[in-house]
């Protein structure tokens, strides 16, 4: 059987460069259907109206109004989303950084630049793909 686009896992993306997310939608595409929100208050706004059940969200972590770590903290105290996972994608890279993430509910860590091979494992992993 071959896969549909509507067999895909949906991803939402949550990334304030415009050049960025439209470069990791078309990554991630390839794998999983994913949108985009260009900020966590945006992500948190459709992952909690949209009858879409995501099953990833992929997050940047500055971004304005609301960050990375607030959104995967909110995520936590929704019923309906604390058991999406989450992968953080950020230029802070030290090790405060990694903790920071890890403890307001990231499964994974990933520090720009990366690998799109890394990125790409890391989802699948999340996802519980092969």
């Not at 949108?35 to 966590?40: E, S």
Request: proline residues 5%; aromatic residues 4%; without cysteine.
């Amino acid at each position: 059987m071959e896969a549909t686009e509507k067999s895909l896992p949906k991803v939402l993306i949550v990334e304030d460069d415009d050049a960025l997310a439209r470069m990791l939608k078309k990554v991630v595409s390839t794998i999983a259907d994913p949108d985009l929100a260009y900020d966590g208050e945006e992500a948190l706004g459709i992952l909690k109206t949209s009858a879409t059940d995501y099953r990833l969200v992929l997050t940047d972590v500055a971004m304005p109004r609301m960050d990375g770590h607030t959104l995967a903290k909110e995520m936590k105290k929704e019923k309906r989303l604390q058991m999406i996972p989450v992968i953080m994608l950020t230029a802070k890279a030290g090790p405060t950084d990694v903790v920071a993430g890890i403890n307001s509910g990231a499964r994974f860590y990933l520090t720009k630049p990366f690998q799109q091979d890394d990125l790409l494992a890391k989802i699948k992993k999340a996802l519980g793909l092969k």
